[in-house]
């Protein structure tokens, strides 16, 4: 069992920028492929990042070049780091982990959930 805790969010102003963070429990995270979804208020759950167990990296369009996954292994904790932030952003961000498999988009690919971090963008 893997439990996940975000933290960062907070309030920041379009243009801004912003980092969360996702430690895990545990002491195999590093066979661990991490992502991050988001979800606003009245909208489906959205895929943002994700990033596999080698480093891999993958970004959904709408966030990339802006948006940049990392992991620390050595500190069970994976990051988001959001720059030019826009108010369509805004949103609770939710991290994913999933043992032994791909980098996925896909909501269902992922076994554990955190609870989320509110991400608020004020114009």
């Known amino acids: 069992q893997v439990q996940l805790v975000e933290s960062g969010g907070g309030l920041v102003q379009a243009g801004g920028s912003l980092r969360v963070s996702c430690t895990a429990s545990?002491?195999?995270?590093?066979?661990?492929?991490m992502g991050w979804f988001r979800q606003a208020p009245g909208k489906e759950r959205e895929f943002v990042a994700c990033i596999s167990w080698s480093r891999s990296t993958y970004y959904a369009d709408s966030v990339k070049g802006r948006f940049t996954i990392s992991r620390d292994n050595a500190n069970n904790t994976v990051y988001l780091q959001m720059n030019s932030l826009k108010l369509e952003d805004a949103a609770v961000y939710y991290c994913?982990?999933?043992?032994?498999?791909?980098?996925?988009?896909?909501?269902?690919?992922?076994?554990?959930w955190g609870q989320g971090t509110q991400v608020t963008v004020s114009s």
């Open positions: 994913a982990a999933v043992q032994y498999s791909a980098c996925s988009s896909g909501f269902s690919s992922y076994r554990y």
């Open positions: 545990g002491r195999t995270f590093s066979s661990y492929a």
